[in-house]
């Protein structure tokens, strides 16, 4: 009953992957224009194939996503992308916080805060990515790691807002490596998330939080992991780059929760 509240994603993370041709050939390839029954399907490429994709795929299902913003609408921030910018291209979603931002390009979770709530303001709904290093969980602060990323990227929030957002579970050990957590892993963690946001907007809020699992997802695994009513859908790398192997993707997870 509860996880028909939510809407089930399939969402392709393609990082710095795809030139703009190389993107219009996977909208080509990838069938934008079937339904996709229940699922919602996500893409989010670099910034530079955005308008192809969207002219690629106007009057079709999929929605389109930024990997990254800035907290402010615009000034002297060289090098950065404003949500303005991308809400005027059509992007609906924007991932924040993912963990290759906080560990290459040393992304604090006040600043992810920021921009999280900048989001909102500006109609982008993000997808606040969590997760623990491997050194981490070894030690035991798998949990620990998880609140302080997660309070402080929704500390800005109210409950209304809250209602829109979608958490990505993305073990940093899991990410491009092949090897994904169990499905009773991300369950364990997905569940104290949703503890966590209930404890903070309260329980109508919490229960429309859409909480995805992200790390080395394939058409083989993906739906051990969305057969779960606690898990909301799958934020995919690798596998998003291939139209084939996404299309599988989207299916499987259609299967799972219809
Ligand atoms: P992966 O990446 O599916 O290639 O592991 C997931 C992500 O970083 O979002």
Redesign the pocket.
Known sequence: MVSQMRVPIAAG?W?MNKTVKEASAFAEAFPGDASFGEVEVIICPPFTALVALANAWQQTPVKLGAQNMHWELKGAFTGEISPLMLSELGCEYV?LG???RRHIFGEKSEAIGKKVHTAFCQNLKPIL?VGETIEERESGKTKETIKEQLLLGVELLESEQAKNLVI?Y?PVW????GK?ATPEDALEVITFIREELKNKFGEEASELIRILY????SPDNVYDFVNHPQIDGT??????LDPTKFGKIVVQTEKAKT
Do not use: D, R, Y
């Open positions: 993370n990082k991932i993912h963990s290759e990515c990505a993305e899991a990410i491009g490596t994904a992200g790390g080395s997802v934020l995919v790398g690798g596998a998003s």
